[in-house]
T-cell receptor, first 116, second 114 residues
Framework: EPEVTQTPSHQVTQMGQEVILRCVPISNHLYFYWYRQILGQKVEFLVSFYNNEISEKSEIFDDQFSVERPDGSNFTLKIRSTKLEDSAMYFC??????????????FGEGSWLTVV | DQQVKQNSPSLSVQEGRISILNCDYTNSMFDYFLWYKKYPAEGPTFLISISSIKDKNEDGRFTVFLNKSAKHLSLHIVPSQPGDSAVYFCAASLYGGSQGNLIFGKGTKLSVKP
């Protein structure tokens, strides 16, 4: 079964450093997403991306965050200057262009970011 | 601001019995609801969904019930199996919102004992 893959699985970074989390969405998918889950909290939507631009973003997705699809396969989340509160599991997800809402969103296994 | 609430952080059920996971929401503009299952070290996996125009959707052992007047939905798993042990997330999307902008609850950890 096709899957969304994420790297790294775990990253520890110093506060103030830049972090790039990488994702390879399912190959025929056209919508891409990032979510995060702070330990013990709910999964939160960050951003959706379609046709090489952000289609929707949440309040969490402020100027320190950016997303990019640098080539035909990767989808990245960059955090410019990490803060302690950015420590979380970051999930990449992708979906087909068409389909019932919600049920075609496939999640990766997550990248656990620890900011120290 | 918890628009989607799962008030039970955990639930323990005997194998073969029914598991009932509950979810409440506050925003009447939600028009689509989903349940995701999550195993440790894995991402959420879609389980079942329901549109706000329906009150029940069934898929094998899984049934989701929606009570719009009470702003409540529940997931029934019958019969429960040990492999169902996971964290279950209720999620909702807003009418007119993008399909990816899901608002999740905090999850309920289900343990099915053999």
């Amino acid at each position: 079964e096709p899957e969304v893959t994420q790297t790294p699985s775990h990253q520890v970074t110093q506060m103030g450093q830049e972090v790039i989390l990488r994702c390879v969405p399912i190959s025929n998918h056209l919508y891409f997403y990032w979510y995060r889950q702070i330990l013990g909290q709910k999964v939160e939507f960050l951003v959706s991306f379609y046709n090489n631009e952000i289609s929707e973003k949440s309040e969490i997705f402020d100027d320190q965050f950016s997303v990019e699809r640098p080539d035909g396969s990767n989808f990245t989340l960059k955090i410019r200057s990490t803060k302690l509160e950015d420590s979380a599991m970051y999930f990449c997800a992708s979906s087909e262009e068409t389909g019932l809402r919600g049920n075609t969103i496939y999640f990766g296994e997550g990248s656990w970011l620890t900011v120290v | 601001d918890q628009q989607v609430k799962q008030n039970s952080p955990s639930l323990s059920v005997q194998e073969g019995r029914i598991s009932i996971l509950n979810c409440d929401y506050t925003n009447s503009m939600f028009d689509y609801f989903l349940w995701y299952k999550k195993y440790p070290a894995e991402g959420p996996t879609f389980l079942i969904s329901i549109s706000s125009i329906k009150d029940k959707n069934e898929d094998g052992r899984f049934t989701v019930f929606l009570n719009k007047s009470a702003k409540h939905l529940s997931l029934h798993i019958v019969p429960s199996q040990p492999g169902d042990s996971a964290v279950y997330f209720c999620a909702a999307s807003l009418y007119g919102g993008s399909q990816g902008n899901l608002i999740f609850g905090k999850g309920t950890k289900l343990s099915v004992k053999p």
